[in-house]
């Protein structure tokens, strides 16, 4: 382009003409011609991409159905126990079973979500530093009334309830005690995994989760309770203990881009249906300086920043894209949410993740499903910023119907030629 401006035989009109005829040219011999990496990373980036780039997010007990009874891995020893695990679980009664049955998934999480979902079409794999996977901070199991309670990673105890790990006992009893608490040592061997799978699959995009801030300290530091109570009886003490937070949050990040990490992943609710969890002004003061500096460490580690924030987001949006969030996972349509307001409201300045709508597709007819993604791709398509991703973890409870809907679109997206 620079060359042909400085020829004067071509004048301004013609350079536009030809500028179009390259751009053409480039989208035309772009296809299929991208990696996951290259396709994930210009679509946050809101660059031309050969298509839609694809995000899986899966459900452990999710991940057993679908190598049982859709899509078995080609490695032999997670499809046996895929297989094995869930055969026990529905045998043994599905979510009514024991709560050793129902924890047996979690052995597969970070598989279902790295390897697995490269091989289910995805374009990105998800994993974390060792010290917050279940396969790695689970050391034992304590078995009480029926029910399983393992030491939590930040400290305390969580509790296995339906298919999912909770806080049952918080690591401060009050927000006196934030003051003495230690954080969990984070080091380079935590990260072996994403190293293994950056050198596995050096083209795929590898987004590595850091954790938590404001969910982190609410639910697995105070407690829910302790932590609203203390917005407003000691809420510099909360300020305080944020920043200690952001600072240690920051150490990780820096850590996981070292070890080949494509995107830094915070997932962190902020809403609760229609509302935010806090006040608005609450979440300014306290969480938004944290969530700008995380997103500063990301950007100086040359990696994008992408939120996962559950709940009603458009109040936020304006100051994701202040703050320099990259990209939003989420944007529930349940909860509020309006992919075409929020692009509207964004500008073009921050890119989603979302299409596939997980809580809602538990009571959608497969063509009301299909017509869901359909019109979240359309969305995507024209506003660009956009990748065809789930709302949340996709949950072992769809029909069968639903999954062929969801990996018919994937495979259709990615030509893998793949069967639901």
């Not at 694809?54 to 007990?61: A, E, G, K, S």
């Not at 374009?123 to 009334?145: C, E, V, W």
């Not at 002004?281 to 994008?304: F, N, Q, Y």
């Amino acid at each position: 382009m620079l060359v042909l401006m400085c020829y004067a035989d071509y004048n301004i009109c013609d350079i536009c003409y030809i500028c179009n005829y390259c751009l053409i040219i480039q989208v035309l011999t772009m296809k299929n011609k991208m990696s996951s990496r290259e396709r994930v990373l210009a679509a946050i980036r809101g660059k031309p991409v050969d298509r839609l780039p694809v995000m899986t997010w899966l459900n452990p007990h999710t991940t057993c159905r679908l190598i049982a009874d859709f899509h078995p891995p080609a490695a032999p020893l997670p499809r046996l126990m895929g297989r094995a695990i869930w055969r026990r679980f529905i045998h043994r009664g599905g979510l009514d079973a024991g709560a050793f049955t129902r924890i047996l998934p979690m052995a597969l999480e970070e598989f279902g979500n790295s390897t697995y979902a490269i091989a289910l079409g995805s374009d990105t794999a998800i994993l974390s530093p060792d010290f917050i996977s279940p396969s790695s901070f689970i050391r034992y199991l304590r078995f009480s009334d029926g029910t399983i309670s393992v030491p939590g990673p930040f400290g305390g105890r969580m509790t296995f309830a339906g298919v999912y790990m909770h806080p049952s006992e918080p690591a401060v009893k009050d927000a006196a005690g934030l003051h003495a608490y230690q954080f969990p040592r984070v080091t380079e061997s935590h990260f072996k995994q994403v190293r293994a799978f950056r050198r596995r699959y050096p083209d795929a995009c590898l987004v590595v989760e850091i954790g938590a801030m404001q969910q982190l300290l609410c639910d697995y530091i105070l407690g829910a309770e302790s932590f609203m109570l203390a917005l407003y009886d000691c809420p510099d003490e909360i300020i305080r203990f944020m920043r200690q937070l952001c600072a240690w949050l920051e150490n990780i990040i820096s850590l996981a881009a070292g070890a080949g990490a494509d995107i830094i992943f915070l997932q962190d609710d902020y809403g609760a249906n229609h509302r935010p969890l806090i006040s608005m002004d609450m979440w300014k003061k306290i969480t938004l300086p944290c969530l700008a500096r995380l997103v500063e460490t990301a950007h100086s580690s040359g990696l994008p920043f992408m939120l996962h924030s559950c709940g009603f987001q458009m109040p936020f949006l304006k100051h994701y894209v202040d703050a320099g969030v990259d990209a939003l996972q989420s944007l529930q349509v349940g909860a509020g949410n309006d992919l075409r307001q929020a692009y509207a409201l964004t500008g073009g300045e921050l890119a989603f993740a979302t299409g596939i709508d997980v809580q809602r597709a538990e009571s959608m007819t497969p063509g009301e499903l299909e017509q869901s993604i359909t019109n979240a791709c359309i969305a995507g398509e024209k506003n660009g910023h956009f990748i065809l991703a789930m709302s949340h973890m996709l949950q072992h409870t769809l029909p069968n119907e639903s999954y062929e809907v969801i990996f018919t679109i994937i495979n259709s997206l990615v030509g893998t030629g793949k069967t639901s």
